[in-house]
Structures are given as C-alpha cells and as structure tokens.
C-alpha cells in the first residue's frame, strides 16, 4: 500500500524550532520529489518547500525561505522539513506529497497531514 505518513507536528512558541518528517511505505521515495503543503484555517493550500527525485533541486516558498530547510534521508524512506524562526503565521496543518517533478500536476501519494501551532 503506497502511504505518505507525516510527524513532528506540535505546538511551539514564536522563535521556536520544529522537524517534520515525512515517511513513506509502498514506494521508494528517492524516486520522487517530494512537496511540502501547509493550509491554515479559512486560507488556500501553500506549497512550501519541495526537493527533486535527483536532490538537484530544492524550492522554497519566499515566506519561508531561509527558515525552513528540506532534506532526505534515502536509507530511512524519508523526507524532512526543518522549521526555524517560527512565526505564529507558520501555523497550519503541514502535507507531503509525492510526484513526479516538483511542478507535476498528478500526485503519486499523498499525507494526512500534521499541525503545527505557533503561539505564545
């Protein structure tokens, strides 16, 4: 069964640090890019951050740029999102997704998402 599984969500005061793991089962991941989504309440989906199949690749969202950092770890089947600097606007439930290149339109696999809450 192909399956995106996110943690590392939480709850975390302004300043503050969080690592976000997506991790796969089914599928190799270093076969795909992976994207990182975010949706806030009563706001659009935003792509955040997405690393190519290659590692060539990497892609921030200007509001998050460096703050957040994406990484893999091919032996563990998993991608990371480091969050620094964390702004009470970075609070959102946070998605991964597999496709095939970063600006596909078809996704592969998709999380079910895990919040992150950034408040005082």
């Known amino acids: 069964q192909v399956q995106l599984v996110e943690s590392g969500g939480g709850l975390v005061q302004p300043g503050g640090s969080l690592r976000l793991s997506c991790a796969a089962s089914g599928f190799t991941l270093d076969d795909y890019a992976i994207v990182w989504f975010r949706q806030a309440p009563g706001k659009e989906r935003e792509g955040v951050s997405c690393?190519?199949?290659?590692?060539?690749?990497?892609y921030y969202a200007d509001s998050v740029k460096g703050r957040f950092t994406i990484s893999r770890d091919n032996a563990k089947n998993t991608v990371y999102l480091q969050m620094n600097s964390l702004k009470p606007e970075d609070t959102a439930v946070y998605y991964c997704a597999a496709k095939v290149t970063c600006w596909a339109k078809a996704f592969h696999a998709w999380g079910q998402g895990t919040l992150v809450t950034v408040s005082s």
């Open positions: 690393i190519s199949s290659s590692d060539s690749s990497i």
